[in-house]
């Protein structure tokens, strides 16, 4: 392929998601000076947001802190699916979990549902919510799927779940078996956030955006943060981390205890009509599918194409994988935006949302595996209630200090021996490669002086180095083509193609060669 000419013709040759491509968010400064508040809340997603709302209007004096802007992070590169029916969990749940605990799992998600739908209409916000029937479906030739497919019915029969068997979709294509979970939601995630964030702003709230948290916690006399820039000081009596992977660790070990997974996502108009619900394969091809309303036109989200971040190789297929799909499943007018989007996953599906340490007023949000808007606002609700010391059903299933032995071990075992691999065959690699031969727009690994390292030709020809070693563990990062990025494939850091930082756990850029 031709690297001054690699796009697809019918493909957005720069990423944008649907959502921030239609959102005019306001910008907040960089915190330049010591400050003082009642709760620090580290992270301007889903989670950051509801949280420092509920505190807010419970007349805590609250911050926001955010690394880059907000809504740049995984709450703006979403599907913004509202559901519990989080793919075939429920069957996984009952099994080690226990019954008393999958049903927690549901009520929980079910409950967040409705407080968003709730709180929407509270504020009268405009974002597109609608109610949608959400379904889960396997193919017809896939036995394996569907016997786990007809499992998880089961659960939902023995748990009391109001899900429904069906032989049929509205869809033009064939399936072998389905669950429909009647009266789910879907919604424009970003406009309801900025809703929100607007009645923060109202009842006092702070926010600082460019103000990154370092790791370090001082914990004399409440609780002390540190900025990575500046070293300014944050005292407060509580902090939260809403920030993807944890800012402060506790000994927890968390970028252990969680991997990080990649998908992407097409917004296109069709060239059929699409009849509503949202859709989710639990076969391979694993495929994603809802409707949107933009400028006056109906669109659909497809969505798939997973894979361990840093851990994919060429990232333009798997956009190219989903516009065949939907051309075949709906036919195609255009696509007017596309993006990817990076999650992270605990070893037992479950999220970690709770205090994170004895001694420390820090608790943590994380491991949302794709079902954030759900997840997100349950552990903003939970955290909130803990901060005032109300009870909550849902303390024991979300811990984030458990260890469940079934699945959890063996999973953090494979995990953790992926990380190993990763760390040893970057170390490891070859390249023949030089600077001069880089088209345009092209990055990938490159000698220079002797040594390995990432470069990238922009289109104007401009050359940008940077030594690919991650800074939060010492892995080597892989160029990704269609976000112009490096990643990282042991634990998710990203980076832009000149090293700074995009998501972490790294906090510090990567360095840079002389050129």
Same mark, same amino acid.
């Given at each position: ?41 580290? +992270? /301007? %997603? &889903?989670?950051?947001?509801?949280? @420092?709302?509920?505190?807010?209007? !419970?007349?805590? *004096?609250?911050? =926001? ?110 399936? +072998? /078996? %389905? &669950?429909?979970?009647?009266?789910? @939601?879907?919604?424009?995630?970003? !406009?309801?956030? *900025?809703?929100? =964030? ?110 361990? +971040? /840093? ?18 499943? =709906? ?111 092209? /990055? ?72």
């Amino acid at each position: 392929m031709d690297p001054e000419n690699k796009w697809p013709e019918n493909l957005p040759k720069l990423p944008e998601s649907l959502w921030r491509g239609t959102t005019e968010l306001p910008s907040f400064p960089r915190l330049t000076e010591d400050h003082a508040t009642d709760i620090a809340v580290v +992270g /301007g %997603g &889903i989670t950051g947001i509801t949280t @420092a709302y509920l505190l807010a209007d !419970a007349d805590y *004096k609250v911050t =926001l802190l955010e690394g880059s802007e907000l809504l740049t992070g995984t709450t703006g590169f979403t599907t913004a699916k509202i559901t519990a029916q989080h793919g075939l969990i429920y069957s996984d749940l009952t099994k080690s979990f226990g019954e008393d605990k999958a049903i927690a799992y549901f009520r929980s998600n079910s409950e967040s549902l409705e407080w968003i739908v709730e709180t929407a209409e509270k504020l009268g916000i405009s974002c597109g919510l609608e109610r949608e029937d959400a379904y889960v479906y396997g193919y017809p030739d896939d036995k394996k799927t569907l016997n786990q497919l007809e499992a998880e019915f089961e659960a939902y029969r023995k748990l009391g779940l109001p899900g429904e068997w069906v032989d049929d979709v509205s869809l033009p294509m064939r399936i +072998g /078996g %389905g &669950i429909k979970l009647p009266g789910q @939601a879907r919604f424009h995630p970003l !406009a309801y956030l *900025k809703g929100l =964030l607007e009645a923060f702003l109202d009842k006092g709230g702070i926010v600082y955006e460019h103000t990154t948290i370092s790791r370090d916690v001082e914990n004399e006399e409440g609780l002390t943060l540190f900025t990575e820039r500046g070293q300014h000081r944050i005292k407060c009596r509580h902090a939260v981390s809403a920030s993807h992977y944890p800012f402060y660790d506790g000994g927890e070990m968390y970028f252990a205890r969680l991997h990080a997974d990649r998908a992407y996502c097409l917004a296109f108009e069709p060239e059929t009509g699409y009849e509503g619900g949202m859709y989710l394969s639990v076969g391979q091809p694993r495929r994603s599918l809802r409707a949107v309303e933009w400028e006056g036109k109906r669109l659909v989200i497809a969505a798939g194409e997973s894979h361990k +971040g /840093g851990q994919s190789g060429c990232t333009i297929k798997h956009y190219e994988n989903l516009e065949v799909f939907a051309r075949e499943l =709906l036919g195609i007018r255009r696509i007017p935006y596309r993006w990817s989007t990076q999650d992270l996953i605990t070893v037992d599906q479950v999220p970690y949302i709770g205090k994170m340490s004895k001694d420390k007023e820090i608790y943590v949000a994380t491991g949302f595996a794709k079902w954030g808007m759900t997840s997100g606002t349950l552990a903003a609700r939970m955290i909130a209630d803990q901060i005032q010391r109300k009870s909550s059903p849902y303390t024991e299933l979300y811990d984030p200090s458990r260890l469940n032995p079934n699945p959890g071990i063996k999973n953090l075992l494979v995990q953790n021996a992926n990380v190993v691999n990763e760390l040893i065959t970057g170390k490891l690699e070859f390249t023949f490669k030089k600077i001069d031969d880089l088209g345009l727009d092209e /990055g990938g690994v490159v000698r220079h002086d002797g040594k390995r390292v990432g470069a990238y030709r922009d289109s104007e020809g401009g050359v940008h180095l940077v030594d690919r070693t991650c800074t939060h563990m010492g892995c080597e990062c892989q160029w990704n083509e269609s976000e112009r990025s490096w990643d990282c494939p042991c634990h998710g850091s990203r980076y832009s193609y000149d090293g700074e930082v995009i998501e972490g756990p790294a906090t510090l850029p990567l360095d840079k060669p002389d050129l």
